[in-house]
């Protein structure tokens, strides 16, 4: 787990318990986001997948959640080898959105006795504090070392997933790329009826009814992208961080948006604009 965790040197903490030497794992974190929207990333299955665990390298490919005291969770993992392994248990204690506790069983560790973590959200000036303690193992037991130094990265890909701004959403811009111009309005405005909104000597604003078309002028063939659709999002800069930690490549960058290259080599426009807001600029000419 310590690829799907991640690495770092933090050290765990350790407590005497009745018998014997307990460990524990703490990570604290603040996030620019509401207990809820970080709650929701917590415990919807679809969002779990999306943020925990390294799509390149280490993915997360199966999550199951029942968010109700007793209900079971589940997820499954590829390492880059291609082994396999599922971690699994059962939730304990859930007080939306302010507490979630589930046990915690590895099956690469059979054997040892299921361990617990524990999520708690405190609402902050600035959004809301996430403490996570993954706590039961004794003095001996070998999962500690494995998962001890990898909460810090999943709190942290929690964070950019909660700031993210979700949802992306598909607007009414298209964008395709020529190296002149003058040929692109004789094509879309003369030949195909489109109305020229605007022109600039890098630009054409075109309406082309049921959505804007936007014509960037580039200097080399070699490098045009075809057929660039448009998503708006509230806020672009914590967009293109989840988008970052999500695997995607940022390929172009400007004030208010970004072109990017998913997972499978698709480019796409991001605006920061709001459900009511004016586009405002271009389309990354």
């Known amino acids: 787990m310590s690829e799907a965790l991640g690495r770092n040197t933090n050290a765990g903490e350790s407590y005497e318990g009745s018998a014997t030497m307990t460990r524990r794992i703490v990570e604290r974190i603040e996030i620019t986001a509401s207990s809820e929207r970080v709650f929701e990333a917590l415990t919807d299955p679809a969002q779990l997948l999306a943020w925990w665990g390294d799509r390149a390298s280490f993915p997360s ?37 302010r507490l979630l506790v589930y046990s915690w069983w590895d099956e690469r560790f059979p054997g040892l006795p299921p361990t617990t973590v524990r999520y708690e959200l405190a609402s902050t000036p600035a959004g809301t504090l996430v403490t996570v303690t993954h706590d039961g193992f004794d ?87 075809s057929f660039i659709p448009s998503l708006d999002v509230p806020n672009a800069a914590a967009a293109r961080v989840a988008l970052e930690e999500a695997g995607c490549r940022i390929i172009r960058g400007g004030d208010g948006g970004f072109y990017f290259e998913d997972p499978f080599g698709f480019v796409i426009d991001v605006v920061e604009r709001g459900p009511s807001s004016p586009r405002s600029g271009d389309m990354r000419a």
């Open 139 to 225: 003095g001996v037991r070998a999962d500690f070392d494995d998962y001890n130094g990898g909460w810090s990265t999943v709190m942290r890909r929690l964070r950019a997933h909660a700031e993210s701004g979700r949802p992306f959403r598909a607007n009414h811009d298209v964008a395709v790329e020529v190296e002149s111009l003058v040929d692109a309005e004789a094509f879309y405005a003369g030949t195909l009826g489109f109305r020229v909104r605007s022109r600039t000597s890098e630009q054409l604003e075109l309406d082309a009814g049921g959505f804007t078309l936007w014509v960037n002028r580039i200097g080399n063939r070699d490098s045009r992208r």
């Open 61 to 97: 490919t199966e999550w199951q959640l029942d968010p109700r005291v007793g209900g079971k969770w589940l997820s499954r993992w590829r390492g880059p080898g291609g082994a396999s392994f599922t971690l699994g248990g059962e939730i304990i204690e859930l007080v939306s959105p």
